[in-house]
């Protein structure tokens, strides 16, 4: 990256809340990760599995199951064995679920999603 | 005798002798669009509004927001009650509801004991036909369901797709309405070129129950059950006429 565009990345997250970034950076740094957690966000007692997530999030099961586990691995969801299914929740840890709701809530501001979906395309390059 | 669950509906605890029985299985059956789901929501609504009875709705279609804009607009404020832990909008699939109600300590009978939850709806048992390949099977998988929550001591609230928009749906000899402790068949008739709503307890289990078939409409407040159809015949039909005409066609006509 250019040092121009290095520039714009600090100026553009600069002003960001370090916790929300942080969030960004480790936790939901792809678009599918932001599609489940806000899926999570607006069903916070849903437990289902990847296939069922998948229907309702309107996504590829093969494409969000590695996802899924990468939310899992992060702390974002908790993954349980029911019978012979795998299932899917939002975490029970309140202090997950309050940055969870930091994060939707700040989407809510084009400002904020502006530099949210650049620094996710810019991760994913 | 056994206390009774108010739905709190005008008309249809009267209807109902009372109200459903506590911890039993209670089926809503009607076409889309003739409040099975109104019906429900006013049940757990009035069930935490009036009778201090928290509830649960297990959804197996619409996201809960769909529920929260509903009952907004009836007035019942679901947002807040699940934020006071008086309610749970639960949504999950029949398959993963099945299995987790199969086990001790499962997602549903956590929500349960957190929020002391009497009542539930569940939106709706057509979905369960995804997950059983014969009528048995399904019949099996819903006495397992009904029985789970039983045990959890709730009082369930079924809906179910009829196939027919208007007159009577078949009941084969498989049917899962015959596991339920209460039938109450919701339908449009056509009465001087208007559709309306008709109400119809169809049994409820060691109880006496209204046996006519009421009209009733779905207002601003939610559901209110009015008067019974005086002086027609062949309401279930969906077409029904005046008595005296199908007097004349049956004894004069001929």
Redesign the interface.
């Known amino acids: 990256m250019s040092n121009a565009g290095s520039d714009l990345a600090a100026r553009l997250m600069g002003d960001m809340d370090p916790e929300l970034l942080d969030f960004l950076k480790t936790k939901v740094n792809s678009f599918i990760k932001w599609d489940l957690v806000r899926f999570f966000y607006e069903n916070p007692n849903s437990t289902d599995t990847a296939e069922n997530v998948a229907r309702y999030v309107g996504r590829d099961a093969s494409a969000i199951e590695a996802e899924l586990g990468e939310l899992v691995g992060t702390g974002v969801l908790e993954r349980h064995r029911v019978g012979d299914l795998t299932v899917y929740s939002l975490a029970s840890d309140t202090n997950m679920r309050k940055l969870v709701d930091q994060f939707i809530l700040a989407c809510d501001d084009r400002q904020f999603r502006v530099k949210a979906i650049y620094h996710i395309i810019r991760g994913m390059r | 005798m056994n206390e009774r669950m108010k739905t709190g509906i005008t008309g249809l605890d009267e209807m109902l002798g009372g109200g459903f029985l506590p911890e039993t299985a209670n089926l809503v059956e009607g076409a889309p669009g003739t409040g099975k789901s109104t019906l429900g929501m006013q049940f757990i609504a009035n069930g935490i509004l009036h009778y201090n009875q928290p509830g649960l709705i297990l959804t197996f279609e619409e996201?809960?927001?769909q529920y929260y804009r509903d009952a907004e607009a009836f007035g019942w404020p679901f947002r807040d009650l699940e934020k006071a832990d008086k309610l749970?909008?639960?949504?999950?699939?029949p398959?993963?509801s099945q299995?987790?109600l199969?086990?001790v300590g499962?997602?549903i009978e956590s929500?349960v004991r957190e929020i002391g939850a009497r009542r539930i709806l569940v939106d709706s048992l057509s979905h369960f036909e995804r997950v059983a390949s014969s009528p048995i099977e399904l019949r099996t998988a819903v006495f397992g369901f009904v029985n789970a929550l039983k045990r959890e001591g709730l009082t369930t609230l079924l809906t179910r797709e009829s196939a027919a928009l208007i007159g009577e749906g078949d009941l084969g000899e498989e049917d899962v309405a015959f596991l339920m402790d209460s039938f109450v068949m919701l339908r449009y008739v056509e009465i001087d070129s208007a559709v309306r709503k008709a109400v119809l307890v169809l049994k409820v289990r060691g109880s006496d129950h209204a046996k006519d078939i009421r009209q009733f409409e779905i207002t601003t407040t939610g559901i209110e059950v009015r008067s019974k159809f005086e002086g027609r015949e062949g309401i279930l039909s969906g077409s029904p006429h005046r008595m005296a005409e199908s007097f004349v066609e049956a004894f004069v006509r001929r």
């Open positions: 996201f809960p927001q749970r909008v639960i949504m999950t699939s398959e993963v299995a987790d199969e086990h499962g997602r929500l």
